[in-house]
């Protein structure tokens, strides 16, 4: 087996919103950190960078826009060595 | 994951790339990938398997449960203008269907290839429907479940 790669040796960015991230409000004194679901269907897809594992590479950053330009599935669950 | 992994070839073929993602840490993913996915699948899961700690992401797309710390089964088609066509989530008791991901795939490609919709259960080589004034009406005399 060819050696694998470790290309992620900086924290990655998570969500990539720029300027739409939703701010902090101050109400009575209490931050609030807004939390807003923002993937809808017919809308932009939201790009974000991820940490991730690659079979046969190793680990590196990935970037939703890196695919842009193909069709993409995206399946979240709940956690390894579950039943996916 | 490991259903999907089984139909890769059928996305590949389809120019559909797959990413998956949990909020477990890239070297759970490897472990994983190692101990007991390439034991379901040959040669394990072909795809880039993401890692989502926190659940930044998940929270945006609307799938992260705050009280497990987990992202729920969330499932997303989204087209080569970035623009996301579908959407599907699930508690997690119950897993997905990959051959009905596979069957709204090829449906979206093919509304994008022609500007036909497709009805209710389409699948390749069954009927399309072309809408427009003359279909108000008439789409019994094409189609019926």
Redesign the interface.
Known sequence: MSKLKDG?VKPVA??L?GEETPQPSQEAGIIQEV????????????D?E??????GEG??P?K??D?????????????????? | ????AALYKE?QA????????????????????AE?LSKMVD??????????G?G????????YDEA?G???????????D??????EVLT?EV??NPAE?LRQ?KA??HVVKTGEVTPSGWEPGDITLTPGPDLVGKVWEVWKP
């Open positions: 992620c998570g969500p919103i939390k807003k679901v923002l993937a809808k269907v017919g809308k932009e897809a939201i974000f991820a940490s991730a594992f690659v079979a680990f590196k990935v939703l826009s695919y842009k330009g193909k069709w993409i599935v995206i399946c979240f669950y709940p956690g390894d060595f579950t039943y996916v | 994951m490991a259903a999907v996305f389809l120019n559909v790339e797959i990413l998956s993602i949990s909020t477990d840490s890239r070297f759970v993913h490897k472990i994983w990938q007991e040669g394990g899961v072909p795809y880039p398997m993401l890692s989502d926190g930044k992401i998940g929270s945006v797309y609307g799938v497990a987990v992202d729920i089964r969330g499932r997303f088609i989204i087209d080569p970035f623009v996301i066509r579908a959407m997690p897993g997905r991901l795939v979206f490609q």
